[in-house]
T-cell receptor
Framework: AQSVTQPDIHITVSEGASLELRCNYSYGATPYLFWYVQSPGQGLQLLLKYFSGDTLVQGIKGFEAEFKRSQSSFNLRKPSVHWSDAAEYFCAVQNTGNQFYFGTGTSLTVIP | KAGVTQTPRYLIKTRGQQVTLSCSPISGHRSVSWYQQTPGQGLQFLFEYFSETQRNKGNFPGRFSGRQFSNSRSEMNVSTLELGDSALYLC????????????FGSGTRLTVV
């Protein structure tokens, strides 16, 4: 069965520091992987997606993610965090039947 | 290109009442999915509609229902509201069969009192 695990419920980083949010998935075939961000009271915004090819994908707002098949991971990174990046981040996997499975989310706090 | 539109944004209902939420997908998107989001349970899949047919269904009681119209607009209905139904209800549209990911609406915040 497909599943997504985000091991970190909450992360705090200083503004300007680097960020890595972890995501592990369980899926039998090559997965379609996504990262979404949610600001309080808002819907989810797509940050980036991986289908195939280059395992390092670039997204919006300076985010990138790397797909590692051997580790079943799709970690999200940003070299320098801005205060406006404070939000909830969700990793998701899509199967060929157009079903999506979301992780439980990682809440990011940015301190000045 | 307009995004996914959900109405209303906020709703307060009394326990035992029923409620209908509306979702207009991105033009050309024929798949609409609904999610319930609560602090304790996270994002939980309700159902997916494609071409006016429910294609997938999550593990929710029969009080939760939905439908999709020929223009791909979707509604979801919750009958006999319970306090635990208070949540952010998110609608998302996508290209079925294409790994483009969901595009989400801003959600409807339902509060049951």
């Amino acid at each position: 069965a497909q599943s997504v695990t985000q091991p970190d419920i909450h992360i705090t980083v200083s503004e300007g520091a680097s960020l890595e949010l972890r995501c592990n998935y369980s899926y039998g075939a090559t997965p379609y992987l996504f990262w979404y961000v949610q600001s309080p009271g808002q819907g989810l915004q797509l940050l980036l997606k991986y289908f195939s090819g280059d395992t390092l994908v670039q997204g919006i707002k300076g985010f990138e993610a790397e797909f590692k098949r051997s580790q079943s991971s799709f970690n999200l990174r940003k070299p320098s965090v801005h205060w406006s990046d404070a939000a909830e981040y969700f990793c998701a996997v899509q199967n060929t039947g157009n079903q999506f499975y979301f992780g439980t989310g990682t809440s990011l706090t940015v301190i000045p | 290109k307009a995004g996914v539109t959900q109405t209303p944004r906020y709703l307060i209902k009394t326990r035992g009442q029923q409620v209908t939420l509306s979702c207009s997908p991105i033009s050309g998107h024929r798949s609409v999915s609904w999610y319930q989001q609560t602090p304790g349970q996270g994002l939980q899949f309700l159902f997916e509609y494609f071409s006016e047919t429910q294609r997938n269904k999550g593990n929710f009681p029969g009080r939760f229902s939905g439908r999709q119209f020929s223009n791909s607009r979707s509604e979801m209905n919750v009958s006999t509201l319970e306090l635990g139904d208070s949540a952010l209800y998110l609608c998302a549209s996508s290209h079925p069969g294409q790994p483009y990911g969901y595009t989400f609406g801003s959600g409807t915040r339902l509060t049951v009192v």
